[in-house]
């Protein structure tokens, strides 16, 4: 059974730092596509980042250069390190798992995503 949760959510001001982690029992994330998504109140869920097996990230565009997607294979735990937080980015973060080696044709998908955390609560005022 898959499980995967998250953690290190919080509130910071604008301009601040987050790390995220998303740490799986039952995945063993050198076999998996792994991603973070986002979702705040009114609007759908959206990728924010992906790493494939080669471990090869992939952003949206709009936290490139201040998002950064990491996988620690050993700790089966994926990190999501978020820099200069702006309050655009509020929202609940969720980790997810695609199939088993499978490969993904968009990372940032949701629907190519077979398990998915509870979600981590990020808050960034101004």
């Known amino acids: 059974q898959v499980q995967l949760a998250e953690s290190g959510g919080g509130s910071v001001q604008a301009g601040g730092s987050l790390r995220l982690s998303c740490v799986a029992s039952g995945v063993t994330y050198s076999n998996y596509y792994m991603g973070w998504f986002r979702q705040a109140p009114g609007k759908e869920r959206e990728g924010v980042a992906a790493s494939d097996y080669d471990e090869t990230p992939i952003y949206v565009d709009s936290v490139k250069g201040r998002f950064t997607i990491s996988k620690d294979n050993a700790k089966n735990t994926l990190y999501l390190q978020m820099n200069n937080l702006k309050p655009e980015d509020t929202a609940m973060y969720y980790c997810?798992?695609?199939?088993?080696?499978?490969?993904?044709?968009?990372?940032?998908?949701?629907?190519?995503?077979?398990?998915w955390g509870q979600g981590t609560q990020v808050t960034v005022s101004s």
């Open positions: 997810a798992a695609g199939p088993p080696r499978k490969f993904l044709s968009s990372p940032m998908a949701l629907s190519e995503y077979k398990y």
